[in-house]
């Protein structure tokens, strides 16, 4: 048989099939960076009228700016202004909501060293507030996401001070956090864990 070009059809024979690699189905080849399902599920929120929750803006100062065209400026220096406070804020229920996000390829830790002096100082200053401030932790290798209080990372904070401890044990995640739930729409319903929180909250009050 030919084609109409008068090439000669041939069959193309197993050996001849491009090759399909398989492997492991990561965050990082679908896409699914904590930042990503956080900004991912806040949109959802935001849709079905939940919660106003946005990532904080990094303010900087910019240096030195390049205009290749006349429209177009492009930054070629810039530095931070001041040291980031947390992640995201935002309202839900009428309640203030702040927190950090951080990920981990550990299994049954976290290291206290990725959490900031100036983190921890916000987070304290904004429950004394009244508001309702957490960690957001994911264990990638796990795929567990919990939200943990602030109130428990002050301990720990104060352990890790005083060289006590180094890290947050998953048990201790486990028992002091509330674990979230992961899906598809939204991809982490964290405000489950919230609520959870905020009821914890207001037996508590905003004594430190």
Not at 93 to 105: S, V
């Amino acid at each position: 048989m030919r084609y109409p070009n008068g090439k000669i059809y041939q069959a193309q024979t197993q050996h001849d099939l491009p090759k399909i690699r398989k492997g492991k189905t990561t965050f990082s080849n679908r896409g699914m960076k904590l930042e990503d399902m956080i900004n991912h599920t806040n949109k959802w929120y935001l849709l079905h009228d939940k919660a106003v929750i946005h990532k904080k803006p990094t303010p900087i100062q910019v240096v030195t700016v390049d205009y290749p065209k006349r429209s177009r400026a492009v930054i070629k220096e810039a530095y931070y202004k001041v040291a980031s406070t947390t992640d995201y804020n935002g309202v839900y229920k009428g309640k203030y909501i702040d927190f950090e996000a951080k990920q981990t390829n550990l299994k049954n830790t976290f290291p206290l060293h990725n959490i900031h002096q100036h983190q921890i100082d916000h987070m304290k200053q904004c429950l004394h507030h009244g508001g309702i401030c957490f960690v957001l932790f994911l264990f990638k290798a796990r795929n567990e996401a919990y939200v943990y209080p602030i109130r428990a990372l002050l301990e720990d904070w104060q352990a890790f001070l005083a060289k006590e401890m180094t890290a947050i044990p998953l048990e201790r995640v486990q028992s002091e956090g509330m674990l979230v739930e992961m899906g598809y729409q939204p991809q982490l319903d964290y405000l489950k864990a919230v609520d959870q929180l905020i009821l914890m909250e207001e037996k508590l009050g905003n004594n430190l």
